[in-house]
């Protein structure tokens, strides 16, 4: 772009210190332009912060007195540069990078990841991977929503739905801990299925936490639904009808909450989605109330699926059996269920040459991916999730690109809150429920 060096830092000491928004305005610009006195206008800073705007968005705010003129959001303070790392790792390893995205949603990050890597190498995965996926999908959805209501609560006041949501939450991460080890950002979907069969303890632990849940639903109903302050700081807030969220592509329950019953487990089925049965819950509202009531609704419907994945769970292999694509390779584990078991070590090591040399291309080189480009769209808990790939044949990928809907869905904060309160700001952005690890990957 400049010709010398000179050009360069001249460039450089006129921009460096200054904060642009998505608009390209900078802060210092912005107040300068403000006179405070005479335009009875005032330039309000929220965030980065925790509560309120998630710990890393900044929403610099136009005030006219507590009327809301303008938002300008500014992303990029939690940028991981996960996509760009992806060229520079094996298509299995890329599951540990994708699965930091959206950290509240990890398994749709490497489920939405691994349908794209699959249908680029033409393979389908074993009925019972599905399975699998399909319930830790569900259980995690639930666990997503679960801090969508509790943060939402604590933004607006309402810190005993912090408590509960969290405590809640705690059930679902030690299935997660029972089923691979791990609580979040596990890596647990791997292309070709799943890294592990899902433990029979883990299966008891599903159970109890299926029977449990209503009751723990039941007490949020009774905590805010019928709490006349909540319903005064959600209910007509945050308004945002059907063409609205169609002309910004937002989708996920913000976009069910104003009575459009899109979901791609329905519309465009994925891991065998069509076999179960649920319903997808919609609201006219289109305010921060019904984004509440639809999320509720929704961890209903996904206890129906977690109960009916539970009984479609029959005996048989979790990844397939082509053992090129297969990671771990022929894996065994030790009798105490950690490391690999002294016959996988003879095998490889003192037995099969040949299964020696595939154990060390496979965990040094990876698998090589037919070139081509696909895209696969999931529905994760803020809606639709989708994965460019692109491969030129090689052991790594040339390209991801993630659709995400945190990203997405963020632009429509200035049309939620333009014309309303301060206040409002808050209770509009929290019913968007973003997660910024996606938005800034």
């Not at 749709?108 to 389908?124: M, P, S, W």
């Not at 479609?312 to 990671?327: H, Q, S, T, Y």
């Not at 809606?383 to 044949?393: N, R, T, Y």
Request: overall charge negative.
């Amino acid at each position: 772009m400049f010709e010398d060096e000179d050009a360069y830092a001249a460039e450089r000491d006129t921009t460096e210190g200054k904060v642009y928004t998505v608009t390209g305005g900078d802060w210092d610009e912005m107040v300068a332009a403000v006179d405070p006195v005479n335009d009875e206008r005032l330039i309000v800073n929220l965030g980065p912060q925790h509560p309120s705007t998630h710990g890393v968005l900044r929403l610099v705010c136009e005030m006219e007195g507590e009327t809301v003129r303008s938002v300008r959001p500014v992303i990029g303070y939690l940028h991981t540069g996960i996509e760009k790392n992806l060229e520079y790792r094996t298509w299995t390893q890329g599951c540990t990078f994708v699965t930091r995205a959206d950290y509240l949603a990890p398994i749709f990050n490497e489920t939405g990841y691994c349908l794209a890597v699959e249908k680029l190498l033409d393979i389908e995965v074993p009925k019972r991977a599905n399975t699998i996926r399909v319930i830790m999908m569900e259980l995690n959805r639930i666990s997503s929503h679960l801090v969508a209501l509790a943060t939402t609560g604590m933004e607006l006041g309402a810190l005993s739905m912090m408590i509960y949501g969290f405590r809640d939450r705690e059930k679902i991460l030690d299935i997660f801990e029972a089923v691979c080890g791990l609580r979040m950002n596990m890596a647990y979907v791997r292309p070709g299925g799943v890294s592990q069969d899902i433990p029979a303890e883990a299966v008891g632990m599903i159970r109890d936490f299926v029977d449990y849940m209503p009751q723990g639903l039941d007490d949020y109903e009774g905590l805010l639904t019928g709490n006349a302050i909540w319903q005064e700081r959600t209910q007509g807030v945050g308004y945002l009808d059907v063409s609205g969220c169609l002309a910004m592509g937002v989708t996920g329950p913000v976009l069910r909450s104003a009575g459009l019953g899109w979901d791609l487990r329905k519309t465009m089925p994925y891991c065998g989605y069509e076999e179960y049965d649920f319903d997808v819950p919609t609201h006219n509202g289109a305010d921060a109330w019904a984004r509440y009531v639809i999320r509720l609704a929704e961890i209903r419907e996904s206890l129906k699926i977690i109960s009916q994945g539970l009984d479609k769970l029959e005996p048989g292999p979790v990844m397939v059996a082509d053992k090129k694509i297969a990671w771990p390779a022929q894996l065994a584990t030790g009798a105490d269920g950690m490391g690999n078991s002294l016959n996988h070590i003879r095998h490889i090591m003192s037995q099969s040459m040949e299964a020696l040399i595939h154990h060390f291309k496979l965990v040094t080189e990876g698998f090589r991916v037919p070139a081509g480009q696909v895209y696969t769209a999931i529905e994760s808990p803020r809606g639709e999730l989708g994965i460019h790939a692109v491969s030129d044949g090689g052991t790594r990928p040339f390209r991801v690109h993630m659709r995400e809907p945190s990203f997405v869905n963020l632009q429509a904060l200035p049309a939620l809150a333009e014309g309303g309160l301060l206040a409002d700001v808050i209770a509009g952005g929290a019913s968007l429920d973003p997660v910024m690890g996606g938005c800034d990957r």
